[in-house]
């Protein structure tokens, strides 16, 4: 399988550790944000990443958007199991699926590139890196304002996940693509220094959930802890 991707983009993240629980050999091209969607958009009619090729026999050639891609590898390989059998625990988890792809995700990137353009611009003050943060905080209009409102939004959901995460899983009592989403795009909030020293159970459970699924953690993650909080 060939994973499309951008290297630090979180669903992109989602999707590999879904590769990675279920032990799938597959290999990655890293696009150049912009340039990208020359290369997807006639393949899948999106313009975001992951999009993964299955390149197997009666498989569909492209899978884009990572929830699809999920639902795709749970058919072709059902074990270990990211799905519930039963119906409503089912239901459930792709009802949470969606939400943190819509909530967490979303606010996770403003609250992520509006530290790197700030407090964090020591994580990697080369020009190139400082252009690729201008154009996404454009794109996605953010700045201050947006992402305090989005820092907001993420307060809530570790608040509601603190009920869970502490010392279980988000459905029933087993890993699924509930937990499996969540770590994924949390996952940038581990490079902010006042997140990692505020909800240190969160970032243990992200490092677990790495490891289940044979995922290196992000770039430069114990730095966090080494830099002064603001
Ligand atoms: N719902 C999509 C969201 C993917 C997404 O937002 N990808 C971003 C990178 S983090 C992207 O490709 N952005 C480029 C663009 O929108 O042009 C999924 O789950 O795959």
New binding site residues.
């Given amino acids: 399988m060939l994973l499309l991707q951008?290297s630090?983009?979180?669903?992109?993240r989602?999707?590999r550790l879904a590769l990675g629980y279920k032990q799938i050999a597959y290999q990655v091209e890293n696009l150049t944000?912009?340039l990208?969607?020359l290369r997807i958009k006639p393949l899948s009619g999106?313009?975001?990443?992951?999009v993964l090729f299955p390149q197997l026999k009666n498989c569909p050639a492209v899978v884009?958007?990572?929830?699809?891609?999920i639902r795709f590898l749970e058919a072709y390989q059902p074990n270990p199991p990211l799905y519930f059998e039963d119906s409503l625990q089912q239901a459930e988890a792709l009802r949470l699926e969606d939400h943190f792809?819509?909530l967490i995700?979303?606010a996770a990137?403003f609250v992520y590139y509006q530290f790197r353009a700030k407090e964090g611009k020591q994580i990697d003050p080369s020009w190139t890196s400082q252009i690729v943060i201008a154009i996404v905080r454009s794109?996605y209009g953010i700045n201050a304002k947006s992402a305090k409102v989005a820092e907001q939004k993420i307060t809530d959901a570790i608040s509601m996940l603190s009920e869970f995460w502490q010392d279980g899983y988000l459905i029933g009592d087993r890993f699924s693509v509930a937990d499996l989403t969540v770590a994924a795009l949390l996952s940038p909030l581990g490079l902010i220094p006042a997140y990692r020293r505020a909800y240190p159970w969160l970032f243990e459970r992200i490092v677990d959930i790495h490891q289940l699924c044979h995922e290196p953690l992000p770039k430069r993650w114990d730095m966090a802890l080494s830099m002064t909080s603001h």
């Avoid at 630090?8 to 992109?12: E, G, I, Q, R, V």
């Avoid at 999106?46 to 992951?50: G, K, R, S």
């Fill in positions: 951008f630090t983009s979180h669903y992109c989602k999707a944000p912009g990208h969607i999106l313009t975001t990443v992951p884009a958007d990572s929830t699809e891609i792809d819509e995700g979303t990137r794109q």
